[in-house]
T-cell receptor, first 110, second 117 residues
Framework: QKEVEQNSGPLSVPEGAIASLNCTYSDRGSQSFFWYRQYSGKSPELIMFIYSNGDKEDGRFTAQLNKASQYVSLLIRDSQPSDSATYLCAVNGGTYKYIFGTGTRLKVLA | GAVVSQHPSWVICKSGTSVKIECRSLDFQATTMFWYRQFPKQSLMLMATSNEGSKATYEQGVEKDKFLINHASLTLSTLTVTSAHPEDSSFYIC?????????????FGPGTRLTVT
């Protein structure tokens, strides 16, 4: 059974701080990793994807991938109250079908 | 870029009737489209994967005769919930993938909230 695990949270951080969201996966053959943000009552929005070990930065977001340890993380710098949402980690093994984590709820406190 | 639309955004129907939901990729051709269902405070549940011009692949436990999926073109997939019942009330979300080489991103539509009375 291929699994993707996330801490459900809530993860509370003060405004302006760095929020660190983590995700572990069980399938060593996984090739592509995605972070989605989902606001309550809305559909997921793609934030970033990463394929290679290391860091990938896009604005205030940094995705980090460590395939040897089977984890992927998302860092949000200068967190804003508008970043408060559920963050979903998704993994696939080189096909279009994802395995989703259950999501981490982030609360950024003003 | 990578915009996916869904219609309707919400629908209320009576028990026993059928409801059709459309999913369109607006600015790219979608080789593959997906249909998900999400209950309150739960994660996304994949219902089926559809490829243009072929039959959809349903996940275990999803009734193919109840949830009819048609992917008639590279920009349009439809989900028809037949003989809907109150337990089918949920948030239905489609996603589409451009299908570029080594690129497996899925872009989600805004979702359709179905309420069956």
């Amino acid at each position: 059974q291929k699994e993707v695990e996330q801490n459900s949270g809530p993860l509370s951080v003060p405004e302006g701080a760095i929020a660190s969201l983590n995700c572990t996966y069980s399938d060593r053959g996984s090739q592509s990793f995605f972070w989605y943000r989902q606001y309550s009552g809305k559909s997921p929005e793609l934030i970033m994807f990463i394929y290679s070990n290391g860091d990938k930065e896009d604005g205030r977001f940094t995705a980090q991938l460590n395939k040897a340890s089977q984890y992927v993380s998302l860092l949000i710098r200068d967190s804003q109250p508008s970043d408060s949402a559920t963050y979903l980690c998704a993994v696939n093994g080189g096909t279009y079908k994802y395995i989703f984590g259950t999501g981490t709820r982030l609360k950024v406190l003003a | 870029g990578a915009v996916v639309s869904q219609h309707p955004s919400w629908v209320i129907c009576k028990s026993g009737t059928s409801v059709k939901i459309e999913c369109r990729s607006l600015d790219f051709q979608a080789t593959t489209m997906f249909w998900y269902r999400q209950f309150p405070k739960q994660s996304l549940m994949l219902m089926a994967t559809s490829n243009e011009g072929s039959k959809a692949t349903y996940e275990q436990g999803v009734e193919k005769d109840k949830f009819l999926i048609n992917h008639a073109s590279l920009t349009l997939s439809t989900l028809t919930v037949t003989s809907a019942h109150p337990e089918d009330s949920s948030f239905y979300i489609c996603s589409a993938s451009p299908g570029l080489a080594d690129s497996y991103e899925q872009y989600f539509g805004p979702g359709t909230r179905l309420t069956v009375t």
